[in-house]
């Protein structure tokens, strides 16, 4: 009858095990706060803002409306990424330029756009950096930083100005390409006649 006592509560134990995990792990999670309903969050693999966190787990709606939970015991176990948690957020734009163009006159046109939008915090200051020699293009990063909850406004609304302001100015963004060469090919010798 021991035994068969001893081997019951083991095997409760075993099957909730995970549920207890998910439990202290819920708990763990309401203390320490690193997220709270309406934060936009990165956890364990998966993306959204938060709606609900129990004991159990949270819940998830994702930017295209899909409802994902996912274990507590994941989250508290793994790297948690809150885009809203800070009030400032920077932005980073990756543009690209021909290697003939003027990059003087590209950074200017981008540090216009920047401090020419209200949104854009002017501590720190915005700058246009050129960021790498690529293969088939100068790309420059257009950086600024901007309060988070306007963050994917500014980031939208500068791109199209940049493509337009680009085109004004005949500043070329070019699309990925590569140079062929061909070797010539030596016509085989001539059969000597027997």
């Avoid at 995990?21 to 309903?37: E, K, T, W, Y």
């Avoid at 993306?47 to 409306?65: H, M, Q, W």
């Avoid at 406004?153 to 791109?159: I, S």
């Amino acid at each position: 009858v021991i035994a068969l006592l001893g081997a019951a509560v083991l095997a409760i134990y075993l099957a909730l095990q995970g549920t207890l995990s998910n439990v202290a792990s819920g708990v763990m999670l309401i203390i320490l706060r690193p997220f709270h309903v309406g934060d936009a969050v990165d956890v364990s693999g998966a993306s959204g803002t938060v709606r609900e966190v129990s004991l159990f787990n949270t819940v998830l709606i994702t930017a295209d409306k899909i409802y994902v939970t996912v274990p507590n015991s994941q989250i508290f176990g793994a790297a948690i990424t809150n885009y809203t948690r800070e009030d400032t957020r920077r932005i980073n734009i990756i543009v690209g330029i021909d290697y003939d163009d003027d990059i003087d006159k590209a950074q200017n046109i981008l540090m216009q756009i920047m401090t020419g939008d209200q949104r854009v915090r002017k501590d720190p200051p915005p700058i246009a950096p050129v960021n790498e020699l690529a293969a088939s293009s100068v790309n420059l990063i257009a950086r600024c930083f901007v309060p988070n909850k306007l963050y994917w406004d500014v980031y939208f609304d500068m791109q199209k100005a940049i493509k337009l302001r680009f085109d004004e100015a005949g500043i070329t963004i070019p699309f990925p390409q590569q140079t062929a060469s061909q070797r010539a090919v030596k016509p085989p010798a001539p059969k000597a006649s027997a």
